[in-house]
Each structure stands twice: as C-alpha cells, then as structure tokens.
C-alpha cells in the first residue's frame, strides 16, 4: 500500500473512534463541520459543495449513506459505486478529514453522538419562505438545533447531479 493509499485508509473510520477524534479536536479550540449523503458518481457539484462546506470551520467529517440506506433514498438500483469505494474516493480529497459510513436513513445518531459546530446541506434543502430548513428532508436539523449547533446551507450548482448524470449516461448511443 502506497503512503497516499494509507493516509487515505486513516481517514474512514468507526463510529466510536471518530466521537473520540472529533472530541479532542473540538476540546482543542477547532470547530467541526459535518456535512452527509449519498456521493454516489463524484461530479463537480459535489466537488464545490465539500469545499465551501471544508472552508466554513476547521475540518470536515463526511458521513456516507451506507449501501442499504442508499438504495432506501434513491431506489433499487442505487448505489453504483460501492460504499466502501465510495468512502476511499472521499477520503482522497483533501478537503475531507474524516468520513465514516452509516445504515440509517438519515444521520441524526452521529448529530447526537458528535455535536459538530455546523452542520452543512445543500440550499435545495431550504424552504421558499426563507433560509430556514425544509424538515421533511431534513431529519437532522432538529438534531443540530437541540444543542444549539449551526445550520448553514452551500449553493446548489444546478445541472449538476448524480441523478442528471445517470440520466444522460442512458441516453448515449
């Protein structure tokens, strides 16, 4: 295994050993941004959204939808890549810190388990009336306002979606 490979490896990690890492960075003075999903084909929207979400504290944990609570999101057919693969090619951009891999439908547990500062989602996640959370798809917003974290939501960069990109790859000659 080459040094990049590894330091790649170090980066998915375990519920209990991610709670501690989080934990000791936080007591240290740095603030944690947590963001999660799918990340099924990595396109350029995701791309820009894992920056501006890494550029708002001092490092980002990605949680990753889990095979089975991909398929009960996004149907039968979904994921195409692998959730471990899918971890590995996350963990290589440098603007993630941590990622770890979760079987629920949404992640409150972690929420709840690691208290990051701000919790990051896109802004299709908002309501029309304003800047305020759409809680039907949005399970853990109240999670994070229980304990008084941030809720901050990145631009969508529209046309640019895992769902338009399968589209147009069954649409080729």
């Known amino acids: 295994m080459s040094n990049f490979q590894e330091s790649t490896q170090k980066k998915i990690m375990q519920r209990a050993e991610l709670a501690t890492e989080v934990q000791r960075r936080q007591q240290a003075g740095e603030r944690c941004v947590f963001t999660n999903g799918c990340f099924d084909l990595i396109h350029l929207g995701h791309i820009r959204y894992l920056q501006e979400a890494r550029e708002l504290g001092d490092f980002l944990v990605l949680a990753l939808n889990s095979d089975e609570s991909t398929r009960l999101l996004k149907g039968p057919n979904r994921p195409l890549v692998p959730e471990q693969e899918r971890a590995e090619i996350l963990a290589a951009l440098t603007c993630i810190d941590y990622v770890t891999i979760f079987p629920e439908r949404a992640?409150?547990?972690?929420?709840?388990?690691?208290?990051?500062?701000?919790?990051?989602?896109?802004?299709?996640?908002?309501?029309?009336?304003?800047?305020?959370?759409?809680?039907?798809?949005?399970?853990?917003?109240?999670?994070?306002?229980?304990?008084?974290?941030?809720?901050?939501?990145?631009?969508?960069?529209?046309?640019?979606?895992?769902?338009?990109?399968?589209?147009?790859?069954?649409?080729?000659?």
């Open 107 to 173: 992640a409150s547990g972690l929420i709840d388990l690691l208290h990051p500062d701000i919790y990051v989602k896109g802004a299709d996640y908002v309501l029309a009336e304003g800047n305020q959370p759409d809680l039907k798809r949005l399970p853990e917003a109240p999670h994070v306002q229980a304990y008084d974290g941030s809720i901050q939501f990145i631009h969508y960069l529209a046309g640019h979606s895992t769902t338009a990109l399968i589209e147009k790859i069954k649409h080729l000659p």
